[in-house]
């Protein structure tokens, strides 16, 4: 009995979050559509497409997939089977901070003791509860740097949308718990990101404690520190071309950023839906320099240690090696391509 083939992979798609990403201003640029072209394939983007598409955002089951977004998801899918390699890690400090009324007497870690943390709740499945995730080991960092954990606050669940999808500008904040906070229904929350910091000046709310400011990198493991860029295995095996061209380009939009932060914050004030000064705010002046991806020691341990926080937080269906999932090659290659187009 002769057993049918896969049909041929006809399209790359690509997915990312509204957040600072060389691969996101590589296709800004135009340069993922021409790596595809180039190959024979037309690039779609996965948030244009429809609902049935879209989903694989967060279960990465798209053979012709490569995405760049928070490692919740990218974790989660992985720990549920989905076929993927992770082929690059970026990190870019976005703002991460608990925040506080501005009357309240809540002033650094150690006065979160006894607090009311506002913690969203479960979505849908373990994918779709990154804010959850976030909100958590936010708090856990903030609080370890009083020697305290989790144990030492109550937590207030707060609603979020179950099911949330990556289309669309109401599907993709990251200010959950700001009403309850005004309104008085908890005692802090966990936010990141230019959105976020913007719309916690709105309010007039206060930074309790600055995550990027008070603790290491370590610390300040989350949801997207690091942010894993990865691919389905089909396409890895089947079109590795198209992976290395495509991590090629986002290695040459990151060169292009770190003369060009001007640009580079117009692009990010779109994609994030905040203005100017929010993403000032969130990023600082120097992230456009250090948007290259990478798959070095410490950031694989840094993911690594988001995995075990994840896993013994119920986040993750299962263990899984960490070091099976990472595929070196593409960025070995990318970097070689782009070694010999400089000394051409």
């Given at each position: 009995m002769t057993i049918a083939s896969e049909p041929a992979i006809d399209t790359l798609w690509y997915t990312r979050c509204p957040v600072p990403t060389a691969s996101g201003l590589a296709h800004s640029l135009g340069w993922l559509s021409a790596n595809a072209g180039e190959h024979g394939l037309p690039l779609e983007i996965l948030q244009d497409a429809g609902p049935e598409i879209a989903v694989h955002h967060y279960d990465h089951r798209l053979?012709?997939?490569?995405?760049?977004?928070?490692?919740?998801?990218?974790?989660?899918?992985?720990?549920?089977?989905?076929?993927?390699?992770?082929?690059?890690?970026?990190?870019?400090?976005?703002?991460?901070?608990?925040?506080?009324?501005?009357?309240?007497?809540?002033?650094?870690?150690?006065?979160?003791?006894?607090?009311?943390?506002?913690?969203?709740?479960?979505?849908?499945?373990?994918?779709?509860?990154?804010?959850?995730?976030?909100?958590?080991?936010?708090?856990?960092?903030?609080?370890?740097?009083?020697?305290r954990t989790l144990a030492d606050v109550t937590v207030t669940e707060?609603?979020?949308?179950?099911?949330?999808?990556?289309?669309?500008?109401?599907?993709?904040?990251?200010?959950?718990?700001?009403?309850?906070?005004?309104?008085?229904?908890?005692?802090?929350?966990?936010?990141?990101?230019?959105?976020?910091?913007?719309?916690?000046?709105?309010?007039?709310?206060?930074?309790?404690?600055?995550?990027?400011?008070?603790t290491t990198r370590r610390g300040r493991v989350n949801n997207g520190t690091p942010r894993p860029i990865t691919v389905h295995a089909d396409l890895l095996e089947n079109r590795p071309e198209l992976v290395t061209g495509f991590l090629a380009a986002t290695l040459r939009a990151a060169d292009w950023a770190a003369g060009h932060l001007d640009e580079v914050r117009a692009v990010l004030a779109r994609e994030t839906f905040s203005g100017p000064e929010g993403v000032v705010a969130a990023y600082g002046d120097g992230f456009h320099r250090g948007l290259h991806p990478d798959l070095s020691d410490e950031r694989v341990e840094l993911l690594g240690v988001q995995k075990q926080f994840l896993y013994a937080h119920g986040f993750l269906a299962a263990d899984f090696d960490l070091g099976s999932w990472v595929a070196p090659e593409p960025l070995e290659q990318a970097r070689a391509l782009l070694n010999g187009e400089r000394t051409a």
């Open positions: 053979r012709g997939l490569i995405r760049e977004g928070g490692n919740v998801p990218a974790l989660a899918a992985r720990a549920q089977g989905s076929p993927t390699r992770l082929i690059g890690l970026t990190w870019i400090d976005e703002a991460q901070a608990i925040l506080v009324r501005g009357d309240s007497p809540i002033a650094d870690a150690e006065g979160l003791a006894g607090a009311r943390i506002g913690i969203p709740s479960w979505a849908a499945d373990q994918a779709r509860s990154f804010p959850r995730a976030m909100a958590l080991h936010g708090f856990a960092n903030a609080l370890r740097l009083a020697g707060i609603g979020v949308n179950r099911n949330p999808e990556v289309r669309g500008r109401a599907t993709r904040g990251t200010t959950w718990g700001i009403a309850e906070l005004v309104a008085g229904e908890v005692d802090a929350i966990y936010v990141k990101g230019a959105r976020a910091a913007e719309a916690a000046r709105e309010q007039g709310l206060r930074v309790a404690v600055d995550l990027d400011a008070a």
